[in-house]
């Protein structure tokens, strides 16, 4: 029989918060542009991210995601001053949560919850504040205090150890598939949260579970 999850954690971007919420700041800023921005920004961030941690030159994700913006504004041709620059960077810091996070939550907090993820502690801190979550995370754990990002497996073992329970007891949650193979092929019980019915990657991993809304991962649990 197995053995029950003791305690749940999340990826932050994509799973928890939406990064495309970008778009509606990009569209204004340069009219017409604001998906390709949007979409063109939060790839190179991923491949950046990938990238230094195979080059050993870690540079945090606040800073990744800055370099990524001007890699992408200058691909689509955009003229992106200072000013709009940091425009941009501050949604990071009040991305929304999507719509069924909070409930969700709600009747998973019996367990302890936490977020594991690529962004830095200056990053999380507010915007998990800015959504009205703080209270349902015991830890937030950074990939900063390592200098590597996800998929590597010390990222997902520095979650188990904090938690002091053995990684086969935890269950993490996150919609990007490159993150549930890493974490998969670690040991966590992993549960894709696909809401756009993506396919999965050739890998010869397979999750837990497969979710279409963070909704059904209570009933997924039992």
């Given at each position: ?10 990826d932050a971007y994509g799973t928890l918060f939406d990064p495309f919420a970008v778009k509606a700041r990009a569209e204004e800023l340069f009219p017409g542009n604001g998906a390709a921005l949007s979409q063109l920004w939060r790839a190179k961030q991923l491949e950046y991210s990938w990238l230094r941690t195979l080059m050993a030159r870690y540079e ?163």
């Amino acid at each position: 029989m197995t053995a029950p999850v003791r305690a749940l954690v999340f990826d932050a971007y994509g799973t928890l918060f939406d990064p495309f919420a970008v778009k509606a700041r990009a569209e204004e800023l340069f009219p017409g542009n604001g998906a390709a921005l949007s979409q063109l920004w939060r790839a190179k961030q991923l491949e950046y991210s990938w990238l230094r941690t195979l080059m050993a030159r870690y540079e945090n994700f606040w800073k990744i995601t800055e370099d990524a913006l001007a890699f992408s504004c200058r691909t689509l041709k955009l003229s992106c001053d200072g000013h709009q620059r940091t425009q941009l960077m501050q949604v990071y810091l009040t991305l929304p949560a999507f719509p069924e996070v909070k409930p969700a939550l709600e009747k998973l907090s019996a367990l302890p919850l936490a977020i594991l993820s690529n962004g830095t502690p200056e990053m999380l801190e507010p915007l998990v504040a800015a959504n009205g979550m703080t209270h349902f995370f015991q830890d937030i754990f950074s990939v900063d205090s390592l200098q590597m990002y996800k998929p590597r497996p010390e990222v997902y073992q520095h979650a188990a150890t904090s938690l002091g329970l053995p990684k086969e007891s935890i269950g993490f949650v996150s919609s990007n598939y490159w993150d549930i193979a890493g974490a998969t092929s670690f040991g966590f019980r992993t549960y894709w949260l696909n809401r756009s019915a993506a396919f999965a990657d050739e890998l010869g991993i397979t999750p837990t579970a497969i979710l279409s809304n963070l909704a059904e991962l209570p009933r997924a649990l039992s």
